[in-house]
């Protein structure tokens, strides 16, 4: 029996029995002090007052404290270690939130309540554009999410919300500094938050971001099986980041108004041993940096009664024009001397996106939110060089019209959920006539031209929702649902055919794909209130025609490699190129495809705290522990799925001074799909310590915290160069928060 269905086997059963056990034990215990957890209105959530504890689908929300303790450089870097959730990395530059093994186009990434408009789910070595170090508070919601959040929510939601749109308005004026340094990197990042309320209806907010770095250090060498060359260096993964936003809030007793224009701009390294004279091994004679960024304007309002028979209106927009280049460095063999630098991949994306939300007064006991959200979207990736056109995805555009319901009732038992949503995809490709690619040449050995024209591609989309929570007494809940959701395919997985330059991939694409069709069952248990506070979780979801990214094994094992036309090895231009020829001689793109089968995906996750001390010096013991398993219904396994997890932690304190620390083990995975590695298990130790400063007009946080203290060389199963980006070693930030105003 594999280490992983081991650890599931004696994990859930143990954690279930301590709980019920503990639960009896401690009964009489907290019957006088029964100290009760946090409430946090869940803002992605429509209805716009629920907490955490209301809510039936299992969510995650980091905020204060422990949204202090995590804040790092990425989205993906926040949240990796919560139950379901990691990271899928490609170097520093690039953290990307995994959701129970679904990441890229499956979870969706909001930006105060909508989608980032971006091109992250369009490629593993994309940066997610956003400012998550500012956020005020981050919403996980696990498992399919597409009754409110559209087609794309299959795998799950992460909503990170700002402190642009927050209808509270204070008189004076106040400010937010936050500012750190590691000597890992020379990395260092800034915040700052400002605020000014000019009456009792108008208040004006500013937010600034930067992060700097060098390159990050290692253990060990930055590939697998490197052993020549830099030893602890994580060649090219510097960062340079900007990120300003202005915001004007007008508040009335009847609701608000809100206008923010933003920008976001980052330059980043794509992680790879670089080494063109081949004077310490066998490194690469250039190195790709992403250069990206994106203006954005978003409006937000909500109407208070605005009806009879209408609690609330809620409007949310957003338009975003986005922009991202791949360029190439090229040095010269002979002298190591710079030569060029070379646009090899430019993207385009120009999106308009907004929602209504209708909130109904109580229907014979139903009080409920109908919605309608309508999404416009234009792409386009090109490859500039030469006359020929060639595009890595070809320009299309993208329109979705959907309306959802969601009801809720109590109940005696405690409450019920029911929702739908039906939605119409329809993606327009451009003709493409002339392109330097011909096609490929598949597995079975038949040739597979490149498609000049695509007609439309249309999809109606239905998702159905049930569940209920059930109250089996004022500390204990049981979770209950089950969804059916329809996702489209996304434009890369139907139109891509090309060289994706900086992800190191000649990716195929099927315009022929159709949807997926989700079941997705989930059963929880919860304790909320009392010393001790558990989540437990398991899932079954169960995908009809999943389309996942799949290589093709070259019969040693390793991954079919082609050049930057899609020839193989002794084939087209790669068996008869001339000196000089570069990229059509070179077999340097993994050659992967979009396919699609039936699948299935299994898990669990758990989450536990114990107040062993209470008083000035209290002591707070933690654990948690995920699975989750992915394979193909016909047999084998799915690639890139997170391996096991588990985890332990404590938090303790005296008078201003706290203190965390939190181990997690990663076990090695595998399983794997075809033409994929096995990846060792690590450990990673992590430490926090804070000093709380206050004073009169400022509430200062001096912090201290390390991470992967182990300097461990870890490789993340779920990111896909793996093998060539390992994580960054040993990390110790030092750093202020500080809060000024009244």
């Not at 120009?350 to 979207?377: C, S």
């Not at 089950?482 to 000649?506: D, K």
């Not at 002794?570 to 495809?593: I, M, S, Y």
């Not at 699948?599 to 995920?626: I, Q």
């Given at each position: 029996?594999?280490?992983?269905?081991?650890?599931?086997?004696?994990?859930?059963?143990?954690?279930?029995?301590a709980?019920?056990?503990?639960?009896?034990?401690?009964a009489?215990?907290?019957?006088?002090?029964?100290?009760?957890?946090?409430?946090?209105?869940?803002?992605?959530?429509?209805?716009g007052n629920?907490?955490?504890?209301?809510?039936?689908?299992?969510?995650?929300?980091?905020?204060?404290?422990?949204?202090?303790?995590?804040?790092?450089?990425?989205?993906?870097?926040?949240?990796?270690g919560?139950?379901g959730?990691?990271n899928?990395?490609?170097?520093?530059g690039?953290?990307?939130?995994?959701?129970?093994?679904?990441?890229?186009?499956?979870?969706?990434?909001?930006?105060?309540?909508?989608?980032?408009?971006?091109?992250s789910?369009e490629?593993?070595?994309?940066?997610?554009?956003?400012?998550?170090?500012?956020?005020?508070?981050?919403?996980?919601?696990?498992?399919?999410?597409?009754?409110?959040?559209g087609?794309?929510a299959?795998?799950?939601?992460?909503?990170?919300?700002?402190?642009?749109?927050?209808?509270?308005?204070?008189?004076?004026?106040?400010?937010?500094?936050?500012?750190?340094?590691?000597?890992?990197?020379?990395?260092r990042?800034g915040?700052?938050?400002l605020?000014h309320?000019?009456?009792d209806a108008?208040?004006?907010?500013?937010?600034?971001?930067?992060?700097?770095?060098?390159?990050?250090?290692?253990?060990?060498?930055?590939?697998?099986?490197?052993?020549?060359?830099?030893?602890?260096?994580?060649?090219?993964s510097s960062?340079?980041?900007?990120?300003?936003?202005?915001?004007?809030?007008?508040?009335?007793?009847?609701?608000?108004?809100?206008?923010?224009?933003?920008?976001?701009?980052?330059?980043?390294?794509?992680p790879?041993?670089?080494?063109?004279?081949?004077?310490?091994?066998?490194?690469?004679?250039?190195?790709?940096?992403?250069?990206?960024?994106?203006?954005?304007?978003?409006?937000?309002?909500?109407?208070?009664?605005?009806?009879?028979?209408?609690?609330?209106?809620?409007?949310?927009?957003?338009?975003?024009?986005?922009?991202?280049?791949?360029?190439?460095?090229?040095?010269?063999?002979?002298?190591?001397?710079?030569?060029?630098?070379?646009?090899?991949?430019?993207?385009?994306?120009?999106?308009?996106?907004?929602r209504?939300?209708?909130?109904?007064a109580?229907?014979?006991?139903?009080?409920?939110?109908?919605?309608?959200?309508?999404?416009?979207?234009?792409?386009?990736?090109?490859?500039?060089?030469?006359?020929?056109?060639?595009?890595?995805?070809?320009?299309?555009?993208?329109?979705?019209l959907?309306?959802?319901?969601?009801e809720?009732?109590?109940?005696?038992?405690?409450r019920?959920?029911?929702g739908a949503?039906?939605?119409?995809?329809?993606?327009?490709?451009?003709?493409?006539?002339?392109?330097r690619v011909?096609?490929?040449?598949?597995?079975?050995?038949?040739?597979?031209?490149?498609?000049?024209?695509?007609?439309?591609?249309?999809?109606?989309?239905?998702?159905?929702?049930?569940?209920?929570?059930?109250?089996?007494?004022?500390?204990?809940?049981?979770?209950?649902?089950?969804?059916?959701a329809?996702?489209?395919?996304t434009?890369?997985?139907?139109?891509a055919?090309?060289?994706?330059?900086?992800?190191?991939t000649?990716?195929?694409?099927?315009?022929?794909?159709?949807?997926e069709t989700?079941?997705?069952?989930?059963v929880?248990?919860?304790?909320?209130?009392?010393?001790?506070?558990?989540?437990?979780t398991?899932?079954?979801?169960?995908?009809?025609?999943?389309?996942?990214?799949?290589?093709?094994?070259?019969?040693?094992g390793?991954?079919?490699f082609?050049?930057d036309?899609?020839?193989?090895?002794g084939?087209?231009?790669t068996?008869?190129?001339?000196p000089?020829?570069?990229?059509?001689?070179?077999?340097?793109?993994?050659?992967?495809?979009?396919?699609?089968?039936?699948?299935e995906?299994?898990?669990?996750e758990?989450?536990a705290?114990?107040?062993?001390?209470?008083?000035?010096?209290?002591?707070?013991?933690?654990?948690?522990?995920?699975?989750?398993?992915?394979?193909?219904?016909?047999?084998?396994?799915?690639?890139?799925?997170?391996?096991?997890?588990?985890?332990?932690?404590?938090?303790?304190?005296?008078?201003?001074?706290?203190?965390?620390?939190?181990?997690?083990?990663?076990?090695?995975?595998?399983?794997?799909?075809?033409?994929?590695s096995?990846?060792?298990?690590?450990?990673?130790?992590?430490a926090?310590?804070q000093?709380?400063?206050?004073?009169?007009?400022?509430?200062?946080?001096?912090?201290?915290?390390?991470?992967?203290?182990?300097?461990?060389?870890?490789?993340?199963?779920?990111?896909?160069?793996?093998?060539?980006?390992?994580?960054?070693?040993?990390?110790?930030?030092?750093?202020?928060?500080?809060?000024?105003?009244?």
């Amino acid at each position: 029996m594999s280490t992983t269905r081991t650890v599931v086997h004696r994990l859930v059963p143990a954690a279930v029995l301590a709980a019920a056990v503990s639960s009896q034990m401690l009964a009489a215990q907290e019957r006088e002090e029964r100290p009760l957890l946090q409430e946090i209105v869940v803002t992605a959530d429509p209805f716009g007052n629920r907490t955490v504890d209301d809510l039936i689908q299992p969510i995650t929300v980091i905020t204060g404290e422990q949204l202090e303790r995590r804040r790092s450089g990425t989205i993906g870097d926040i949240l990796d270690g919560l139950p379901g959730v990691s990271n899928s990395d490609f170097g520093p530059g690039v953290g990307r939130p995994t959701v129970r093994g679904q990441q890229g186009s499956r979870v969706v990434i909001l930006d105060d309540g909508l989608r980032v408009a971006d091109v992250s789910g369009e490629g593993a070595d994309h940066a997610i554009a956003l400012e998550a170090r500012g956020a005020d508070q981050i919403e996980v919601f696990r498992g399919p999410t597409t009754l409110l959040y559209g087609s794309g929510a299959a795998g799950g939601v992460v909503n990170v919300r700002s402190r642009r749109f927050l209808p509270v308005t204070e008189p004076g004026t106040r400010a937010l500094i936050d500012g750190a340094y590691s000597g890992n990197g020379d990395d260092r990042l800034g915040n700052v938050h400002l605020e000014h309320a000019l009456d009792d209806a108008w208040t004006l907010r500013a937010d600034w971001g930067i992060r700097r770095s060098n390159d990050f250090s290692i253990d060990g060498f930055q590939e697998v099986d490197q052993d020549e060359g830099f030893r602890g260096r994580l060649q090219n993964s510097s960062i340079n980041t900007d990120t300003a936003s202005g915001t004007v809030m007008y508040t009335q007793d009847w609701g608000y108004l809100g206008f923010s224009a933003s920008r976001w701009r980052t330059d980043y390294g794509i992680p790879e041993v670089f080494d063109p004279q081949r004077i310490r091994g066998d490194g690469s004679d250039d190195f790709e940096r992403v250069f990206a960024e994106h203006e954005r304007f978003d409006l937000r309002g909500e109407f208070n009664d605005p009806l009879p028979g209408w609690e609330a209106v809620r409007l949310k927009a957003s338009y975003t024009s986005f922009e991202q280049q791949e360029v190439e460095f090229e040095f010269s063999r002979s002298d190591g001397q710079f030569e060029d630098a070379i646009v090899e991949a430019e993207f385009q994306n120009d999106e308009f996106d907004t929602r209504l939300d209708f909130v109904h007064a109580p229907i014979n006991g139903w009080r409920g939110v109908l919605g309608v959200q309508y999404t416009d979207r234009d792409f386009f990736a090109d490859d500039p060089r030469g006359g020929d056109r060639t595009f890595y995805v070809r320009p299309n555009r993208t329109r979705a019209l959907a309306a959802y319901i969601v009801e809720e009732r109590e109940m005696n038992f405690g409450r019920m959920e029911l929702g739908a949503r039906l939605e119409r995809d329809r993606a327009n490709p451009e003709n493409i006539f002339g392109s330097r690619v011909p096609g490929y040449t598949q597995a079975d050995g038949t040739f597979l031209p490149f498609p000049e024209t695509l007609g439309t591609k249309s999809q109606t989309l239905l998702s159905l929702s049930g569940g209920a929570i059930i109250d089996i007494d004022a500390a204990h809940h049981v979770r209950v649902s089950v969804t059916r959701a329809e996702r489209a395919p996304t434009a890369e997985q139907l139109f891509a055919f090309g060289r994706h330059s900086a992800a190191g991939t000649f990716e195929i694409g099927d315009p022929g794909l159709s949807r997926e069709t989700y079941a997705n069952f989930e059963v929880g248990i919860d304790r909320h209130e009392g010393r001790l506070r558990y989540d437990l979780t398991a899932f079954y979801n169960r995908a009809d025609d999943y389309v996942f990214l799949a290589s093709e094994d070259d019969g040693t094992g390793e991954p079919v490699f082609v050049n930057d036309i899609g020839n193989r090895a002794g084939e087209g231009a790669t068996a008869g190129c001339e000196p000089g020829d570069g990229g059509l001689c070179r077999l340097r793109n993994q050659l992967v495809t979009n396919e699609q089968a039936d699948a299935e995906f299994y898990g669990a996750e758990f989450g536990a705290s114990y107040d062993l001390v209470t008083g000035d010096m209290p002591l707070v013991l933690r654990a948690s522990a995920d699975m989750v398993r992915g394979s193909l219904r016909d047999g084998g396994d799915l690639p890139r799925i997170t391996p096991a997890r588990f985890g332990v932690g404590f938090d303790t304190g005296w008078n201003d001074v706290d203190f965390s620390v939190d181990l997690q083990r990663v076990n090695r995975q595998n399983r794997i799909g075809e033409a994929e590695s096995r990846t060792a298990g690590y450990n990673l130790l992590s430490a926090d310590l804070q000093w709380h400063v206050r004073a009169a007009g400022a509430d200062t946080t001096l912090y201290l915290r390390g991470r992967n203290l182990l300097n461990e060389d870890g490789r993340r199963h779920q990111s896909f160069f793996k093998d060539d980006a390992p994580i960054i070693g040993r990390a110790i930030y030092i750093g202020f928060r500080t809060a000024l105003g009244n």
